[in-house]
C-alpha cells in the first residue's frame, strides 16, 4: 500500500471519527434519533472503507500481475540472449579448435 494511499484512508477514518463525535456533542435530536445518525454514519463509513480497501486490492492485484509480466518477459529475453552468446561461444571455440588441429597436423608432418 503505498503512503498516500493510507494516508488518505487514516485522513478519511480520522475525519469520520471527528464528524461522530461532532455530532454526538451537537445533536439537538432525541437519543434514539441520534444513535441511528450514528449509525448510518458508521455504515457510510464502513461501506467507504471496503471500497478504498477493494479499489486498493485491484491496484495491487494490477502491478502484481504487471511485475510479474515483466519479469517473465526479462527472463525470456536473458534466455534467448544467453542461449544466443553461448551458440558464438560455441562457433569460437570450435574455430580454434580446427585451427589447432591444423597447426598441430603441420608439426606432426
Request: proline share 1%; no cysteine.
Given at each position: ?82 542461449s544466443y552468446k553461448a551458440e ?7 574455430e580454434k579448435l580446427a585451427e ?10
Open positions: 500500500m503505498s503512503s498516500k494511499t493510507s494516508s488518505s484512508l487514516i485522513a478519511l477514518l480520522a475525519g469520520a471519527a471527528i464528524g461522530v463525535g461532532l455530532g454526538i456533542l451537537f445533536a439537538p435530536d432525541k437519543g434514539s434519533k441520534t444513535r441511528e445518525k450514528i449509525k448510518g454514519n458508521l455504515d457510510n463509513l464502513k461501506e467507504e472503507a471496503k471500497n478504498k480497501w477493494e479499489s486498493l486490492e485491484d491496484e495491487t492485484k494490477e502491478k502484481y500481475s504487471k511485475t510479474k509480466d515483466d519479469l517473465k518477459e526479462t527472463v525470456e529475453n536473458l534466455l534467448s540472449n544467453t558464438e561461444a560455441i562457433s569460437f571455440l570450435e589447432l588441429k591444423t597447426q598441430n597436423a603441420k608439426l606432426q608432418k
